[in-house]
């Protein structure tokens, strides 16, 4: 059996005289200056194991869950269970060994999953991921869903508004379920707009997306020029109350783009901007759909009373945890005259 030495980074193999078991320990797993790891010595199981301990030493979060998507991953599956039990028996190659140290050793430095595997599936389309990319999290296909109840009523080729398109998930799993859908996706982020783009290309919707780097903060008569008769809008915006930023994991700290994530003091800093704009993008029957905080609801309502015509909250739907988290906005007929931009 090869022993081995560990020189301030990944395990180096030397000789013969360490045992299999001693190699499974946790407190094996270092860093170490040699590129030569170790093959043949141990299986996809066992190094699945190794990660989950040494990740929960290090205190990662779900750190079964990251061992087993790092390792299906490089073994060319999208969960532990897609892979072949007799494959997770087998010696892992020089080759797999290397790329399962390197990708572990970056959640080990807390980068997200979504990162380090560089691809996450959303509903039924598997996207590209990069930092500082927003990552598209559960609640959100919830929303997608609420959305693909109103758009398949509507005849016709309507038209889909989404602010904040991160990697474009949303504006994305849309198209893919409705092939009658156009869709204008918008973010403040150059990367975002990047990915996006990446994204509908290799996913093949690039002819029914259009997408552009446009700030609804910062430059309002854009968006107006870009986007009218929109049946829908769409976002899941930054929506974290300021003073909650300092309390999130560490994945999200280090790694996501704290734009779209700090919606300001209150969280509607965005939120504000996009209703704002909404009667003038809207076609008379549109609906505004947004993913919020469980606090806004009532806030968003008592705003649009005071500072928005011809827009009014008309549902609060609860996530799978029974929060109230999507507002549904629907826009009033405007008997003939037009809304002023606040």
Known sequence: MWS????RGYICLVGRSAGLKEYLSPCAVRPCSSQALPSGIINARQAVDIWRKRFELNSVTEPDLSSQYIIAHVLGAKTIEGVKQVKMSEFLTQEETQRIW????KRLARMPVQYVIEEWDF??????????????????????????????RKTGSPLCLEVGCGSGAISLSLLKHLPQLRAIALDQSVEAVELTRENALRLGLQDRLKVYHVDVTKDAETVLNLCSNVAVLVSNPPYLFSEDMPSLEPEILRFEDHAALDGGKDGLKVIREILTLAPQILSDDGCVYLEVDPRHPQLIRDWLEVNVEWLRLAETRHDITSRPRFCILRKDKPNGRKPHLG
Do not use: A, Y
């Open 102 to 105: 390197k990708l572990c050793k």
């Open 123 to 152: 509903r039924d389309v598997t996207l590209k991921m990069k930092p500082p990319v927003f990552i598209p999290r559960p609640e959100t296909e919830e929303l997608v869903e609420l959305v693909l109840t109103d758009l398949q």
């Open 4 to 7: 081995k030495s560990v020189i």
